[in-house]
């Protein structure tokens, strides 16, 4: 079954460790030969600015897109980039044609996005520069505040500044599309206000099962569903289940599942791992090797074409109509 996931910090990591290669590495969740034993046809890879690394600098974004274009795109048989939506088009028609076998032989594809715009500097600039450099999302803030927005765990909830609302307009100009996971409430009530594109939340679960900060009421899971948005349901433990003792387990995650399908999210909801951006693990779901058996988890409790859907259809519908078209980009 093919996978879609849309959200891992392999690249901070390799940018933090220069010996770590791609290929199997037994420091990355995310690895080439993870991705094709998982049968992940496309892998979304967040740059993320590390706060040990201090104040936040734009040459960071731009070593991990080298990072991604130097030591993963040349792993192995190689990862294709994903940006246009003739891409979507290609992988489309792979997952829809392919059989079980020729899915295993095709190569995974990559996708980038930057996880909080702190990096940016206040440049809008450096925003429309990353685009042009292939960055297709954008993860407005992380935990706190920066330069453009709120984010969820900054106590005071604010919402964009002047400069982020201009942010929020140049992505929908350029084609930079919007990712609300982080985000403080009200900004994104703000930015459910001002965006013309549906927007993401990339890693988040339902807060009705879990109470985390950084989960989605029903009322914003209800938001996204109304604008076409996606949200993709995540692997980090604390988010699944409120504290308690022993390992988390991937049964843990149908009570968000069923409470995202209540609210009718079955054609919102993809994958968002968080792989590498943590430290502690669902059990039996700590790689992407693992999802052939999370799949058929899920398939014991609701039809194969639904899981299909969550597993990669949801996610490649929403790029097939939202990415920019490299045909009108070149004519420009």
């Known amino acids: 079954m093919p996978v879609i996931d849309f959200h891992c910090d392999v690249l901070s990591k390799m940018r933090e460790d220069t010996g770590i ?5 037994p420091k990355l969740d995310v690895t080439y030969d993870r991705l094709r034993q998982g049968e992940v046809s496309l ?8 706060e040990r690394w201090g104040i936040p600098r734009y040459e960071y974004i731009l070593d991990q897109i080298d990072v991604f274009k130097s030591r993963v795109m040349t792993t192995a048989e190689g990862v294709r980039w994903l940006r246009w939506k003739e891409d979507a088009a290609e992988l489309q028609k792979e997952i829809g044609t392919a059989s079980r076998v020729d899915n295993a032989r095709q190569l995974p594809w990559g996708l980038i996005s930057v996880e909080g715009a702190d990096g940016f500097e206040g440049s809008l600039f450096y925003v429309k520069m990353c685009y042009e450099l292939g960055v297709r999302f954008l993860g407005i803030t992380w935990n706190y505040a920066n330069w453009a927005a709120d984010g969820v765990l900054e106590k005071r909830n604010g919402g964009f500044t002047e400069k982020g609302k201009k942010l ?4 929908n100009e350029i084609g930079l599309l ?8 009200t900004g994104f009530w703000e930015l459910t206000e001002r965006t013309v594109r549906p927007f993401i939340a990339s890693h988040s679960n339902a807060k009705s099962i879990c109470p985390h900060p950084r989960n989605l009421t029903d009322e914003q899971i209800r938001a996204i ?3 076409d948005g996606r949200i993709g349901m995540t692997f980090v433990p604390w988010f699944v289940r409120e504290g308690g003792d022993g390992p988390v387990r991937p049964e843990e995650l149908l009570p968000h599942i069923e409470h995202f399908c209540s609210l009718g999210a079955e054609n919102s ?11 502690s693990w669902i059990k039996g779901l700590e790689h992407p090797g693992r999802y052939p058996d999370f799949a058929e988890l899920l398939c014991k409790h609701y039809s194969e ?28």
């Open 225 to 227: 569903i109304a604008m």
């Open 305 to 332: 074409s639904m899981v299909r859907r969550w597993f990669s259809g949801n996610a490649l519908s929403y790029l097939n109509v939202h990415l920019p078209e490299k045909a009108a980009a070149d004519a420009k």
């Open 43 to 50: 892998q979304c890879f967040a740059i993320y600015l590390s």
């Open 21 to 25: 290669t791609f290929q199997n590495d």
């Open 269 to 279: 909801l993809m994958i968002g791992s968080d792989f590498d951006g943590i430290d």
């Open 168 to 171: 929020i307009d140049l992505s």
């Open 178 to 185: 919007l990712d609300v996971s982080h985000l403080s409430p």
